[in-house]
């Protein structure tokens, strides 16, 4: 008998239902009741990651410390969990392929005919089993990406299909599936679940329990329509209404008993209740606050907001922690210049300009940083961000009109922000950025040092350009501070104005690092900020 039990999460009818969310709050309620939990991806898609995927195609691009590339639901599941992911915690179909025609070629097969039965759907269930294999989780819940029936998650789900047949006992499908309700009827309607269950059934997979998302409450009959016509038990169909927040879905999930019947089918101990004290201290707080402000997000992907997702989520963490409600104007960079920035920006309490890459937008960001820099709006760049602020100075205080990142102007005169040596000589796209954990040491009595209170942190990147440390002199004669330094190869990763009252950029991604449980420090003392700020302005 397997000492890990394994739950697998499928999606019908439609896509962006939550997936992601249903499973980090199944993974919050088994931890609070003292299970070690970790939750894995598995996407149909062939990139290798989405490290090369255009944010609108895909949302924001997650990394973990090991430098993976990862979906954007590994955030939701760190932040939930407030424990680190890794590569192993997102799979796609391209690295499944990749790892067969690897073996292929090797010659691991004894010159047998590769087929998507057994090697695909093999190496696809060793990918689920790994997390599990040294002990360290007694449960791992692995979300499915897509939808059943389509195409590209067959293999998958025959996956579910063998390892359910194998493991009997140590395994249960969840499916996540909409209940619409239809105005003009007054009424929901249970035959697109109904079509769905029939689809995964006809693959040989039956779910144990039904989570049904829906707009309205769905009654015991409408649970015993489900339940007969799907072949699980009622208690096992699970009402997942809309909720105003998604850190509220824990607490909803609990309101429906899905953990306590999760372990039952797992026959796990599942007395007493979860422990969701410092959860429901956070929702406490996130809905009562006592403070409000704006703050602009200046990106070029501001129309698809899952583009900055940790970001946000970030803001509601540091939110929650400061007592304030955080106001997000989304502001396009493309569409700020320097006639109408002040229109633009006039009133926000604080300005963070967003990471990115090219061209488009860029001298919007420059001119959204100029403007809180002479304004003294508390101001917070991320990686590219910061780099506008580095580049901003050089041209505004330094006097250097031409300066600019080699990224954008090969040919500036005025590099103060170039290619990193070890990117020089990389020509691929996939996976080549410097990516993942790395040391920054802290200069003492900085805005830096005194936020993080540590000599040395450890935080996530992803770039290629960095500081040219050649200008470094020249900078901080002129008021802007390099107060982050790598300890390895002396690249400067925070900057500061300390004249300022609150301006900061860093070349890492802080965002990443935040959860419920343990806000971002940065973000904190942001909002703080901007809350000082606010009061100030009164």
């Known amino acids: 008998m397997s000492s890990t039990k394994y739950i697998f999460v499928t999606g019908g009818v439609t896509s962006s239902l939550g997936k992601g969310i249903i499973s ?58 407030n424990r680190p992911t890794s590569q192993d915690n997102n799979v796609t179909t391209g690295r499944i392929y990749q790892s067969v025609i690897v073996k292929e070629r090797r010659g691991d097969y004894l010159g047998k005919t590769v087929q998507v039965i057994p090697h695909i759907t093999d190496e696809i269930k060793r990918r689920m089993l790994l997390l599990g294999q040294n002990g360290e989780f007694e449960v791992v819940i692995t979300e499915i990406g897509g939808t059943v029936g389509d195409i590209e998650a067959l293999p998958y789900v025959e996956a579910v299909r063998q390892f359910k047949w194998e493991m009997p006992d140590d395994c249960l499908v969840v499916h996540l599936t909409l209940i619409p309700y239809l105005a003009a009827a007054g009424e929901l309607k249970t035959k697109p679940t109904q079509h769905s269950v029939k689809m995964l059934q ?16 769905i009654d015991d009959d ?7 016509f799907c072949n699980v038990k009622k208690e096992a169909v699970i009402e997942s209404i809309d909720a105003e927040t998604i850190y509220a879905v824990p607490l909803l999930m609990r309101n429906e008993k899905l953990d306590e019947i999760v372990l039952k089918r797992l026959g796990l101990p599942h ?22 402000v704006r703050i602009g997000l200046i990106g070029k992907y501001v129309e698809l907001k899952d583009a900055y997702k940790s970001i946000a989520e970030a803001f509601i963490h540091a939110g929650a922690a400061n007592e304030c409600k955080v106001q997000l104007e989304w502001i396009h960079s493309e569409k700020l210049n320097a006639d109408d920035v002040e229109k633009n ?33 508390p101001f917070f760049g991320i990686c590219l961000g910061m780099q506008c602020a580095v ?20 040919e500036t005169s005025q590099p103060v922000i170039h290619l990193m040596e ?54 901080e004669a002129a ?28 070349q890492f991604h802080p965002e990443y690092k935040s959860t419920v449980a343990n806000p971002h420090p940065l973000f904190t003392a942001f909002v703080k900020a901007t809350i000082e700020h606010h009061n100030s302005e009164k």
């Not at 006809?202 to 409450?217: A, F, K, M, N, W």
């Not at 409408?222 to 339940?227: I, P, S, V």
């Not at 580049?391 to 090969?410: Q, W, Y």
């Not at 008021?479 to 860093?506: C, R, S, W, Y």
């Open 24 to 81: 980090a709050s199944l993974a919050t309620l088994l931890q609070s009741r003292g299970y070690s939990v970790t939750i894995q991806k598995f996407d149909p898609y062939i990139n290798i990651d989405p490290g090369t995927l255009n944010p609108y195609e895909h949302g924001e691009c997650y990394v973990t410390d090991d430098g993976a590339e990862t979906d954007l639901d590994l955030g939701h599941y760190e932040r939930f969990l």
């Open 202 to 217: 006809e693959s040989g997979v039956q779910p144990d329990i039904l989570v049904c998302r829906t707009e309205h409450h």
């Open 222 to 228: 409408l649970k015993r329509k489900l339940a007969l």
């Open 271 to 292: 007395e007493g209740k979860a422990d969701l004290s410092r959860w429901k201290d956070f929702l406490y707080k996130l809905r009562f606050p006592t403070n409000e």
């Open 345 to 377: 920006l006039r009133g926000l309490n604080g300005i963070l300009v967003a990471p990115g890459f090219g061209e488009r937008g860029f001298e919007g960001k420059l001119e959204a940083v100029r403007y809180a820099r002479e304004n003294n709006i």
């Open 391 to 410: 580049i901003e100075f050089a041209r505004n205080v330094l006097g250097h009109k031409d300066a600019n990142s080699t990224e954008i102007n090969p």
């Open 422 to 475: 070890a990117q020089k000589s990389i020509t691929e796209k996939g996976g080549t950025m410097r990516l993942g954990a790395y040391n920054c040491e802290l200069i003492p009595d900085s805005l830096a040092h005194k936020i993080y209170k540590r000599n040395t942190i450890s935080e996530r990147h992803r770039h290629r350009f960095e500081y040219n440390n050649a200008f470094l002199k020249a900078f």
């Open 479 to 506: 008021g802007m501070k390099a107060t982050g330094i790598n300890p390895d190869n002396q690249l400067v990763e925070i900057v500061e104005i300390p004249e300022h009252p609150f301006f900061i950029g860093t």
